[in-house]
């Protein structure tokens, strides 16, 4: 299905400046995504909500278990990355989990009430040997009745194809932020490489689970670029992490000037508004977040979470608190 044709709802620009603009087109511009960003906060908040409820449950949000299956040891420089084998952070390294753990811990996750399970691991991309193994475990999560989900780096042709025959619902793979601040950020793999695998994924079936990060120190014109991009993938993303940086001690962005809360909220509310389909997730970044703010972006249109109390290396809410919120703001959780 190609999102990207709007039948149910107005196009953009009807949505910024009240009129009406031919259906077929959903490309954003970065300037129209500033415009969004730039509104009074209750009118982004009241716009958002409005695109929210005419293609989702309301209150509905779905919740994902993370795990690292391969931690740390990593070749690339990602500069917010704790994983990263040339930063010195406190992560220890630890090799490919078994089959058996995997399993245990996506039947954990499944008992608290996710629906999907994610496994990361930090790889440039994966080898042979290393997509085999991933086969097993997403064959395996699966029969356990979840949707699956993987994050592995950059793919080679036929890669995704091998995991789309074991079952992989979704592949995570972030752009992370606008083309023209790339590089500040990462230069061992170009804007392009990532652009590709998301093709890759595409093509074998599998959803296309992309986003980015904020609080790296990029301006909202940055923040702008990176959900126009995510915006204008053709077809765009069913899922949509944003993510806040968690800042790591020795890593290169530790100590970066820290985003304001309702910067956060806005980015959420555009990604819903620009890409009304799509599941975003309110990522990274929760455990340093009050509540509040939390609630913020489910009103802005986020309607998913990272659930379980760790993301790869840093920590997440505990399930217990997470439970709290969700029945404190009569939030369910989507099967
Ligand atoms: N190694 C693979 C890759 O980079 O494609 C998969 C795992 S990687 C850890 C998945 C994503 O986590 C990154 O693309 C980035 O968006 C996010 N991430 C990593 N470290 C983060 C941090 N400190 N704060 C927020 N998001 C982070
Ligand atoms: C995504 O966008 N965020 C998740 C998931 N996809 C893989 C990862 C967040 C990682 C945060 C840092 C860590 O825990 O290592
Ligand atoms: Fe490696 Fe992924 Fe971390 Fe980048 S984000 S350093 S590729 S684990």
């Known amino acids: 299905m190609n999102y990207n044709s709007f039948t149910a709802y107005e196009t953009h620009d009807s949505l910024v400046n009240n009129t009406a603009k031919s259906e077929d087109v959903a490309q954003w511009s970065v300037a129209e995504v500033q415009s969004l960003l730039d ?4 009118d982004l908040i009241y716009r958002a909500q409005c695109v929210h409820r005419q293609y989702h449950d309301a209150n509905g949000v779905q919740l994902s278990t993370l795990i690292s299956v391969k931690t740390g040891g990593c070749p690339e420089d990602c500069g917010y990355c704790p994983q990263a084998a040339r930063y010195h952070t406190s992560v220890d390294n630890q090799d490919m989990l078994s089959l058996d753990e995997v399993v245990t811990a996506a039947a954990a996750a499944k008992a608290k009430g996710a629906s999907r399970f994610c496994m990361g691991a930090a790889w440039r991309g994966p080898k042979q040997r290393d997509i085999e193994k991933m086969t097993e475990m997403v ?3 699966k029969a ?4 699956t989900c993987a994050t592995l780096g950059l793919l080679k042709p036929g890669q995704a194809h091998q995991l789309s025959e074991a079952g992989l619902d979704y592949y995570n793979h972030n752009l992370d932020t606008a083309p023209e601040y790339y ?8 804007y392009q490489d990532r652009l590709n695998t998301l093709q890759e994924v595409r093509n074998a079936g599998i959803n296309v689970c992309c986003g980015g990060i904020v609080g790296m120190g990029e301006t909202r014109e940055t923040r702008a670029g990176l959900i126009a991009q995510l915006a204008n993938l053709n077809p765009y993303p069913e899922s949509v992490p944003i993510n806040q940086l968690v800042q790591v001690k020795g890593t290169p962005l530790y100590g970066t000037a820290t985003l304001d809360s309702f910067e956060f909220v806005r980015t959420i509310a555009a ?7 799509a599941m975003v997730r309110l990522s990274a970044g929760r455990q340093e977040m009050s509540e509040a703010i939390q ?6 249109g986020a309607n998913s979470i990272f659930y379980g109390d760790k993301l790869l290396t840093t920590g997440n809410p505990e399930v217990d608190r997470d439970q709290a919120l969700l029945d404190k703001l009569g939030l369910h959780a989507l099967s």
């Open 183 to 190: 590089e500040e950020i990462i230069t061992t793999r170009q």
């Open 144 to 147: 356990l009745g979840m949707e």
């Open 295 to 300: 609630a913020l972006c489910f009103l802005a």
């Open 139 to 141: 064959r395996a999560v």
């Open 271 to 277: 990604a819903r508004v620009t890409m009304p389909k």
């Open 39 to 42: 509104m009074p906060f209750n």
